[in-house]
């Protein structure tokens, strides 16, 4: 069982890298290419290799007397609302608006858990979480502080931070299928899902064509859906949802700060960007956050309760 949480623990730290990482590949296609091409081309990429790997018997799906309905609502939590929210959101306010906003998500997660998931952290292991999300903040204020007071946008936006938590807490409930089973659902409701909105938006502009044929003519845009399909999206999700399944809700999602702390370090060490003092501070917290949820897990502060009666 060790060994299990040791794993889940390393693969939850692996799946937040990979997230820290796309940003690299993302950061001018979002300028200049739509949300719904650039996603809907991220799950056709992500259904076709998922479809090969269950082919080759690499994943195994067995949904044979298994209620679906469980996973349509989690699929249309995440990728469906919340990658919608998120995007939209973005749009309507700045960066460090909807960085802010989404950094909340381990906090409501913990809330919303404990009804869903039944999952009830500790009161170490809480004051842990905020902590982390402290560390975010300090390292996304220390970046920008635009603020555009867009209402609407703050609105899109704590969807998106209910509907990610939500995910979250369904995919810790539904433990009659597997990581593999739960991902797959999410990657082809998403295709269905985003594909027919771009499909739609581009019929409606005209830009059929030139939707379809992306891939071929902006490689930068190719290697970002390759990236985001392959890695992010069937490497993440079932890690995401292995990591879930082992270690729990408030655990897996207190690695949600090391995302940001990965997208800073890559900035300075890849492109060359300086690094702040509010970058520092915040990386140490969230470190010593993501490091106190794990460390005062409800099985450890039982154990050190009855410690002294077993003297």
Not at 251 to 272: Q, Y
Request: hydrophobic share 50%; charged share 15%; with cysteine.
């Amino acid at each position: 069982m060790k060994h299990r949480t040791t794993g889940a623990v390393i693969i939850s730290l692996l799946t937040c890298v990979i997230w820290g990482f796309s940003f690299l590949f993302t950061r001018s296609i979002v300028i200049r290419i739509h949300f719904l091409s650039l996603l809907s081309w991220r799950f056709l990429i992500a259904t076709l290799a998922f479809l090969l790997l269950i082919r080759l018997k690499v994943f195994k799906v067995n949904l044979k007397g298994k209620k679906l309905r469980p996973l349509i609502y989690i699929s249309i939590a995440e990728p469906l609302i919340f990658f919608t929210c998120e995007s939209i959101g973005l749009y309507l306010t700045s960066t460090t608006e909807s960085s802010l906003m989404i950094a909340t998500i381990p906090i409501v997660t913990m809330l919303i858990g404990i009804p869903i998931a039944g999952e009830m952290p500790t009161k170490k292991q809480a004051v842990a979480i905020i902590l982390s999300v402290v560390g975010v903040m300090v390292i996304i204020l220390g970046q920008s502080r635009r603020l555009d007071f867009n209402i609407l946008g703050y609105i899109v936006l704590l969807i998106a931070v209910i509907s990610g938590s939500v995910f979250a807490a369904l995919s810790a409930k539904y433990k009659e299928y597997t990581s593999v089973e739960k991902s797959f659902a999410m990657i082809v409701i998403g295709l269905i899902g985003f594909g027919s909105a771009a499909l739609i938006r581009n019929l409606v502009r005209g830009t059929v064509k030139e939707w379809l044929l992306l891939p071929v003519q902006d490689r930068e845009f190719l290697i970002a859906i390759l990236y985001l399909g392959l890695l992010a999206s069937i490497i993440c999700y079932v890690g995401q949802q292995y990591s879930l399944s082992v270690i729990g809700l408030n655990r897996n999602t207190s690695f949600s700060g090391v995302i940001t702390l990965t997208s800073v370090l890559a900035g300075v060490f890849i492109l060359d960007e300086k690094l702040s003092l509010s970058m520092l501070i915040g990386g140490i917290i969230v470190v010593l956050g993501v490091y106190g949820v794990n460390f005062y897990t409800p099985q450890r502060e039982h154990d050190k309760a009855i410690c002294p009666q077993d003297k």
